[in-house]
């Protein structure tokens, strides 16, 4: 016969309501590229942020459009950055989270 082993359960689970995602495109809406030092920078820092924010995240890379003004077809690759987030951490982020990527926009 086999002996059982107890399985313990977790006790300090998190209802995550909240889906934060920031997209870093390679391209600037004229259509040339972005530089890729530049681009890495703020991906780097959602990461550095989503993680302090919100314990963690996500990168996923994929490919999106838009039509520029001259009407063509713009594609290019964008990376995804995603975290899912409590109540208590976006209370605690609220104001923080409009700010930031007005601020990059400035940069």
Not at 5 to 30: G, I, N
Not at 48 to 75: D, H, N, P
Not at 77 to 102: G, Q, R, Y
């Amino acid at each position: 016969m086999m002996e059982r082993k107890e399985v313990v359960m977790a006790t300090d689970a998190y209802l995550l309501r909240h889906l934060f995602e920031f997209f870093v495109p390679s391209q600037c809406r004229c259509g040339e590229p972005l530089p890729d030092d530049k681009r890495q920078e703020i991906v780097d820092e959602a990461k550095k942020r989503m993680s302090t924010w919100f314990g963690g995240f996500t990168v996923t890379e994929a490919r999106g459009g838009w039509i520029l003004e001259s009407g063509q077809l713009a594609e290019e690759p964008v990376s995804i950055i995603f975290s899912n987030a409590t109540d208590e951490a976006v209370k605690n982020t609220k104001t923080i989270l409009w700010l930031w990527p007005k601020a990059l926009r400035l940069a």
